[in-house]
């Protein structure tokens, strides 16, 4: 799968993959309100959130940006993977 850009240059979200956890999205949805920071918060309801990396709504000492986007740009996982690894891994933080 390559990278999807807008004609802005931004990278468009890609939702071909399943994600494979045992969450619900409800279970999701609420580690997401827990642990996003406040900024994070504003950007998820104001704007939707659809095109942000989880090091944008955890801030960048719960994800590591610099890992998120190579991975991203260079094993070339899709958003809801990206997603998924991130909100396991907020969630092992928590427990």
């Known amino acids: 799968m390559s990278n999807i850009y807008d004609m802005s240059g931004n990278k468009k979200v890609i ?3 399943e994600p494979k956890t045992n969450l619900t999205y ?3 949805m609420e580690i997401i309100i827990k642990y996003a920071t406040e900024e994070g ?3 998820i309801f ?3 959130g659809i095109n942000m990396c989880p ?3 955890f801030g960048v000492e719960n994800i590591d940006k610099q ?3 190579d991975i991203c740009n260079y094993e070339s996982i899709g958003c809801t993977k990206c997603w998924t690894n991130a909100v396991e891994k907020i969630k092992n933080l928590g427990n």
Do not use: A
């Open 67 to 69: 890992k998120e986007e």
């Open 15 to 17: 939702f071909t993959e």
């Open 41 to 43: 918060c504003h950007k």
């Open 26 to 28: 409800k279970q999701i």
């Open 55 to 57: 090091s944008d709504i």
């Open 46 to 48: 104001c704007y939707g």
